[in-house]
């Protein structure tokens, strides 16, 4: 164990004697020593925080003064960032927007279709917009892809130019560049891939500011091989031009290694032959074990006989890990690394009813 995970294993054995688990533990320290890496290696391109990745205030204070803004995808996380962060520079995205949401006052409005362009119009609305764009190239080895054939997501080359001929002879919306997300998952040279494809496209209409997205790789099966922030920030400031803003807006990979999902183990069986160990809480807590289909990597204090690690629900999709080399009895405390991304604010808290889990913060 290395010493940046100490205070979160000490906080858990004092939770456990109090009664306090299943909980949430993030390390601020960590975070922001990862933050500090991620800013230094960017240089010049800007970032936007990926909110919906994990909205927490507390998490976003420790964020703000690396960020150059926070990237939001809806109404509701447009208002908690305002609420928190009044000052900071706001970028609004998603599909499906409301009029409340299409008109709302930002720095950056991401343009998904061309009828946005025409309520705003409609409206009699002025903004500074992004055109998403999807553009159609072969994304390899993406766990998530949002671009590079039909998707619901942002415009093809046909409905940007669509955009930018309704766009003329007027000054109310402004054309300030392009924006994408094409693909998550990726590693650094990928990314970098992916970049120079979108601003060369963005160059050919002449624009001078690119978000080229998140999506940034971490891998589950190996907490310890992060992306190179360093390959990528030294990869897009080769390919910016001078008088080009680019900026990214990564969340996952920023956010997910600060925090620890703690719980322990209620009961331990052998059903058929395999083991079983049932920890309170499950994935109504922390939903990314079902989603994503993987183990959720956790602390190995002592190997033992391979074990399956199953929540508290009446579902075979509560399962947290498979076949996990650890040994594990009842009382023991279990934690679950990489939950400070897309864990929490990603899960059915309600369903069947069970108590929701405390939220703890070290290293600050
Ligand atoms: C979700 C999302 C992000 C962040 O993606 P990560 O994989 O968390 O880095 C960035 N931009 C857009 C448009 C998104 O939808």
Redesign the pocket.
Known sequence: MTATTLPIRARALELAAAGELPAYVYDLGDLDTHMAAVRAALGDIQVYY?V??NPDPTLMRVLAPYVDGF?V?SGGELDHVREHFPESRIAL??PGKTDSELFAEVHRL?IESPSEIRRLFAAGRSADVLL?VNLDIPIKGAS?A?GGGATP?GMDPEGISECIEMMKGQDAVRLRGI?A?LA??LDAPTMLELAGAILDYARSLGVTEINV????GVSYADPDSRFDWQTYGAGLAALRRPGETVRI??????SVYCGRYVTQVIDVKRVHGERFAVVAGGTHHIRTPATKGHSQPMVIEEQGEPITVVGQLCTPKDTMARHVPAQLATGDVVEFLMAG??AWNISHHDFLMHPKPSFHYVGG
């Not at 807006?249 to 920023?254: A, C, D, L, N, Q």
Request: charged share 20%; proline share 4%; glycine share 24%.
């Open positions: 990926a919906k990745a990237e995808a995205g998603g991401h998403r998530l949002m997501f924006h997300h998550s998952g997205g998140g999506g940034m807006e990564p969340g996952r990979s920023i991304a897309y």
